[in-house]
């Protein structure tokens, strides 16, 4: 059976259901929209409209069982299958990205990360493998990358980026504050963390100034 | 002068204009809306009611000037003043972060990071104190601190947040991977990058089976 598509803004609504779900008490087996909703600060219409956009589980009166929900938005990220992936800058946020153990939870897998510079390359206190950027190529080839990470400085990414295109890598998520280039069949996504902060605290002094009546 | 409010729709796309505008080569004095439309993808009018909402310093036929252009981003996204931030957990992502250097682009600045376990506190290689988490609430009210990050485990995490509102931070930013409750007026970003990575590799698959003919 063909998968179903569902909207960009449904799959990324689709984690925080999940995320939810997944801290609801065990005692609790049917889950309503409503509460879904309310726990979440979302419209119930909304909720229900998402959900059935990925299944029919849901049951008037009853709502949906939880567990079985889990499963099914697990299904549908494709969390349950796992994908491997790479980092290329070994600098700290790669290796903390490298070690970090909560990925597999989400279905992925990041087994090496590539450096320029001899002198990180070994593997790291979690276990993992830290190479020569040289390798990278014979690596992708060998286990079939798509997914790569960039967290090498702003100067290098796009280069960092062109390798790994030409490594096969289709999917870039990338972590230096410049914006990159690439063909349109490959997928790029900006996860620039100091503009997220930054837009974070735009957004509690606009708050702050409408409770004080500046606007 | 009241500051203009835009959607956050706008708000978003403004650091993509800026990250990109800065990057543009210093002989380019003027660009137009064509110009950054073409550059990021997007529709011409959008860029062009983006950049109206929040200056009108575009002119026919010429365009923006480009340090102009990036000097009026900059303040309206407050880059030009700088914002301190505090993190709790000072684990690899906490230290990561902690020492970026990155930060002060953006106009904001992690002067610290707390952590439960006295083996970590002390000064980083990049000279930032991490310090005991007892010291939070003093540390808070000497410095005036509004807005936080949370880079302990998923079990801490709640916990962290809770004394973090208590010691009166207002914007929180999230990496542990739950949800986390707050009252209303207390803004909280998620930021779980392995649902980032998750998401990129599920919009890679389907654009896989779009070009493979799987729908």
Known sequence: MAEKIVSPAVLERLPTYLSYLRSVPADVINISSASIARALGLGEVLVRKDLAAICDIGKPKVGYCVTELICVIEGF???????????V??????????????????????????DIKPEVTGITPGGKPVL??????????????????????AARAQEACDLMIDCGIRAVMNFAPIHLTARKSVLIKNENIAISLALLSKRYTEQLNEENGVY
Not at 94 to 110: C, E, K, P, T, V
Not at 132 to 153: D, K, M, Q, Y
């Open 77 to 87: 990220l494709g969390y349950n299958r796992t994908d491997a992936a790479i980092i």
């Open 89 to 114: 800058g070994a600098g700290k946020l790669g290796q903390a990205l490298l070690d970090y153990d909560g990925f597999s939870n989400y279905g992925m897998n990041i087994i090496a990360a590539f």
């Open 132 to 153: 020569a950027l040289s390798e990278l190529p014979a690596f992708c080839r060998e286990h079939n990358i798509r997914i790569g990470i960039i967290t090498v400085p």
